[in-house]
């Protein structure tokens, strides 16, 4: 069974950094576009961030660019979602999700969820 777990949510001051991961079991993730996506209280699911599982490009949404870094480490069938400056703003519920084919930042494209990690930013 296809499975995803995020992990490494928490409370952070404005300016920190957190690190999430996204750990797959039941299948590999070398085969799948990942995204990750944040909801915030009364706010639409939005796109973060995806990496393709062909050629490894990447993508940002505007207001993340320059401070989120996505990568994947196949060995460990994880990827990983590194946030520095973070603002008040980027609190909220991050998810990551897997898509084969083409890559997307659309979340109705992505049929395998996690569960979420809460992200706090706050002083």
């Known amino acids: 069974q296809l499975q995803l777990v995020e992990s490494g949510g928490g409370l952070v001051q404005p300016g920190g950094s957190l690190r999430l991961s996204c750990a797959a079991s039941g299948f590999t993730l070398d085969y799948y576009n990942i995204g990750w996506f944040r909801q915030a209280p009364g706010k639409e699911r939005e796109g973060v961030s995806c990496?393709?599982?062909?050629?490894?490009?990447?993508y940002y949404a505007n207001s993340v660019k320059g401070r989120f870094t996505i990568s994947r480490d196949n060995a460990k069938n994880t990827v990983y979602l590194q946030m520095n400056s973070l603002k008040p703003e980027d609190t909220a519920i991050y998810y990551c999700?897997?898509?084969?084919?083409?890559?997307?930042?659309?979340?109705?494209?992505?049929?395998?969820w996690g569960q979420g990690t809460q992200v706090t930013v706050s002083s």
């Open positions: 999700a897997a898509k084969l084919g083409l890559i997307s930042d659309n979340p109705p494209d992505f049929g395998s």
């Open positions: 990496i393709s599982s062909s050629d490894g490009r990447v």
